[in-house]
Each structure stands twice: as C-alpha cells, then as structure tokens.
C-alpha cells in the first residue's frame, strides 16, 4: 500500500472522528482549545492503536484464509464505508456537550471500530504496520483537532457530507484491492 492509499485510508478512517468532533463543537458555546486538543488525542490514540490490534489478530490467523484475504479485504472496507454512507443519511444524534473521560472514551472507541477491521486486512495485505498506525493517528488527531473549530464555527453543514466521503473512500480503496488482487490492475 502507497503512501497517498494509506493517506486516503486514513482521512476515510478519521472521518467519523471528525463528524463527531464537529457535533462536539457545535455542542460548545465558546471555543476551547483544550477540548480540541482533548478530542484529537482519544480520537486519534485510538484510531492508531486498533488497527494495530487488528493487525496482530489478522497476522494469527492469516495463514488459515491467505487464499481468500483479498476477498475479506473488500468485504470489510465495503461493509465499513457502506455503513457510513447509510449512518450520514440516518437520524442525527443528540448532542452532548461532555468532554469528561468515560465521554470520550465511549466515543473513541465507537469511531474506532472500524479502523480494528481494517487492521485485520493489513495484516492480509503485509503493510507495514508502525507507518500506517502513525499516518492514520496523526490524520485523526488533526480531522478530529479541526472538526472541533470548525463545529464551534460552521455548525453541522459539513457532518453528512465528511461521513458520505468517508465511506466513498473506503469503498473504493476494498475495490482496488479487490481488483489488484484479481489481476484487473
């Protein structure tokens, strides 16, 4: 996986991240810099750390589905961005305006669900693992740090389209290594 992939990867990834970080900034009636801090170390600690769990749980079993690992590739980002896309058409979620840590703790881990998927398929796709946990880490941090400023400043209007983007990307990159895989690229 190249750079600009893993890129792309992780700003689908941090996506969910940054939607709630912008709910979070709405929720605020004066900008803190502290919260926005806050939120893009839980977001992006533990968008970095579950795909390095997933890693070491698809790296276990790799050897029983290496044959069919292109195929679980696909179906997991398809499924995750998939799932996405139907959350930002879905009802909107209450707001709250907590940043305490049994808070971000819960939501960390709900928008970082999907990056353990995706560590599975590394481990099918023998990526290399310390660079793609900081790339998608350091993309969070920064989505989820921004998505607090601009939930503060613009309000929800970006919410919808960040999730619909998100899942686009997801998608297109399980086609890829669907694809590649194939022998079709």
């Not at 940054?18 to 968008?47: E, N, P």
């Not at 029983?64 to 930002?88: C, K, P, Q, Y």
Request: glycine share 10%; charged share 15%; aromatic share 12%.
């Amino acid at each position: 996986m190249g750079l600009l992939e893993l890129f792309l990867l992780a700003v689908g990834l941090s996506m969910d991240a940054f939607a709630v970080s912008v709910c979070k900034g709405l929720s605020m009636k004066q900008m803190k810099w502290k919260y926005a801090l806050s939120a893009g170390l839980y977001f992006g600690i533990f968008q970095a750390v579950m795909p390095l769990i997933g890693y070491f749980l698809g790296f276990k079993f790799q050897s029983l589905i290496t044959n069919i690992d292109h195929w679980i590739a696909f179906v997991l980002l398809v499924l995750i961005g998939g799932n996405m896309i139907r959350e930002a058409f879905g009802e909107a979620e209450a707001q709250n305006d907590s940043f305490d840590m049994k808070t971000m703790l819960v939501l960390a881990v709900a928008t970082s669900i999907d990056a353990l998927a995706v560590g599975i398929t590394f481990a099918f796709l023998n990526t290399r693992i310390i660079p793609a946990v900081t790339v998608i880490g350091c993309t969070t941090f920064c989505f989820s740090f921004a998505g607090i400023k601009i939930g503060n400043t613009f309000g929800a209007k970006y919410e919808k389209k960040a999730e619909i983007a998100g899942g686009i990307i997801l998608i297109v990159i399980g086609i890829k290594i669907l694809l590649e895989h194939l022998g079709i690229l």
